[in-house]
């Protein structure tokens, strides 16, 4: 069994991870669809992320922004979407929660997904915290 650790990015400022911040935000529905697809996940190699049979719950995104993916679940109508980057062996990092609207995610998200991932790279300690799936 393959296990993954997920990681969720916080700011020097902040003490709470997005994962954090976006959790205490939703309904039962929310947190239990997302704690599904992570349990999914974590439990399976990278190359198994994305396969079809699994809805697909991940996806790499396309250029400009290939060097990130998005976690991929749907409740009452709305796509969340988790995006992060694969940051070391068995590891992803969550950089920020979007929502796909009309087939699009907001602007202004490259920017920021660059400017956070660099922050990781250079000092993972200081910048994200390990998220443990709850089931």
């Known amino acids: 069994m ?11 400022v902040e003490d709470e991870t997005v994962i954090r ?8 529905k929310e947190k239990a669809k997302f704690n599904v697809t992570l349990e999914f996940l974590v439990q ?13 719950r991940f996806k790499l995104l396309h250029p400009p922004l290939d060097e ?22 068995n590891e992803f990092t969550i950089l920020e929660f979007a ?13 920021k997904l660059e400017a956070r991932r660099l922050l990781v790279l250079g000092d993972k300690r200081r910048y994200t915290n390990e998220w443990r799936v709850m089931v």
């Open 68 to 89: 990130f993916g998005e976690i991929r679940f749907e409740v009452r109508n709305v796509q969340h979407r988790p995006i992060g980057f694969f940051s070391n062996g």
């Open 99 to 111: 929502i796909e609207k009309d087939g699009r995610l907001p602007n202004g998200l490259q920017s």
């Open 21 to 28: 911040s976006w959790y205490i935000q939703q309904g039962k």
């Open 44 to 56: 399976r190699p990278r190359h198994e992320w994305s396969t079809p049979v699994q809805n697909p």
């Open 2 to 12: 393959v296990t993954w650790r997920v990681l969720g990015f916080r700011s020097s």
